[in-house]
């Protein structure tokens, strides 16, 4: 089971962290992606982080602006945001797969079988 929390609505250039908490048979796993997705359009990918830390990806409208990591010891993935947006509005989704170093294909929400429900960030203007 994947949980999200930390969404909210805050206003433009505003941070906020979300969490993905992974427990019972998803604990172990891997590469794990956070995608979003406003009213009316698909979910696109937003960051990614391989089972190892070590492959991060960021999709190109939020790199320098959000951060992905992730804390084993706590089965949790964080997404960190800062200078928010009005575009950055959406429903943010947590993804897993049991594939150890991701990388063909990372940013298609078809390579992530397990997902949370999610959590809605709103940024106003």
């Known amino acids: 089971q994947l949980v999200e929390s930390g969404g909210g609505l805050v206003q433009t250039g505003a941070s906020l962290r979300l969490s993905c908490a992974a427990s019972?048979?998803?604990?172990?796993?891997?590469?794990t992606g956070w995608f979003r997705q406003a009213p009316g359009k698909e979910r696109e990918f937003v960051a990614s982080i391989s089972g190892s830390g070590r492959r991060i990806y960021h999709a190109d409208s939020v790199k320098g602006r959000f951060e992905i990591s992730r804390d084993d010891a706590k089965n949790t993935v964080y997404l960190q945001m800062n200078s928010l947006k009005p575009e950055d509005t959406g429903h943010y989704y947590c993804s897993a797969t049991e594939v150890w170093e991701l990388t063909y294909g990372v940013r298609s929400p078809q390579k992530y079988p397990y997902w949370g429900l999610g959590t809605q960030v709103t940024v106003s203007s």
């Open positions: 019972g048979p998803t604990r172990s796993l891997y590469t």
